[in-house]
């Protein structure tokens, strides 16, 4: 929530109302308030495009294991596709969620969007009130990241082979392609996740 104000306080000075209507509409973190600072510069439409795709790329990752298949109607599918966050991914992926209902994920998703909106509107309108350096401020989305990281290891239940290979993929990327490390990543921790996927399969089963 304090990210998230701390996004709507400085993305204000590009361009008042706009953060909460890209934030309600774009939904897609980070990229709601670097499109603002594109378009307000006349961007091409190409920048914009490519912006958006190494930023949000992750979502194309999400989508492989995100339960989409139990939310009901076609609506419903297009909704919770829309509104893929960080947050809901790791919500609804858990052991515990494997249980719940497409309605619940759903509404789950539509909270956390009007969270997400609120937050930066509040943001656009009364971050002027907080201070210009407020301790910690800044390390809010870090830290969430952080906590969603620690939760997601907690739920493998001592497998450890995973985080493993997150760590090595991000090493490995920041090596060799320290430009594009986000993509560089996900795309050598997608690789390894399948060569380990197709090395257990094979493995023969003892009775």
């Given at each position: 929530m304090l990210g998230r104000?701390?996004?709507?306080?400085?993305?204000?000075?590009?361009?008042?109302?706009?953060?909460?209507?890209?934030?309600?509409?774009?939904?897609?973190?980070s990229f709601e308030f670097l499109l603002i600072g594109l378009v307000t510069a006349a961007a091409p439409l190409a920048a914009i495009a490519v912006s958006s795709f190494m930023v949000n790329v992750r979502h194309v990752f999400y989508a492989l294991s995100f339960p989409v298949h139990r939310i009901p109607g076609r609506l419903g599918k297009t909704y919770a596709t829309f509104a893929l966050c960080d947050?809901?991914?790791?919500?609804?992926?858990?052991?515990?969620?494997?249980s719940w209902p497409g309605r619940?994920?759903?509404?789950?998703?539509?909270?956390?969007?009007?969270?997400?909106?609120?937050?930066?509107i509040?943001?656009?309108?009364?971050?002027?009130?907080?201070?210009?350096r407020v301790t910690g401020l800044d390390f809010a989305l870090t830290a969430l990241f952080a906590v969603l990281a620690l939760d997601a290891v907690r739920d493998l239940r001592g497998e450890l082979s995973i985080p493993g290979l997150a760590l090595l993929s991000a090493l490995g990327a920041r090596l060799l392609f320290p430009g594009e490390m986000l993509l560089a990543a996900f795309a050598l921790f997608a690789a390894a996740l399948l060569a380990r996927q197709l090395t257990t399969s094979k493995k023969p089963s003892h009775a």
């Open positions: 104000l701390a996004y709507g306080h400085d993305a204000r000075e590009a361009s008042d109302g706009a953060p909460g209507t890209s934030a309600a509409l774009a939904f897609g973190g947050e809901a991914y790791v919500l609804a992926t858990r052991e515990q969620a494997r619940r994920i759903l509404w789950m998703q539509c909270f956390l969007h009007a969270a997400w909106a609120g937050s930066a509040a943001g656009a309108l009364l971050g002027s009130l907080i201070p210009e």
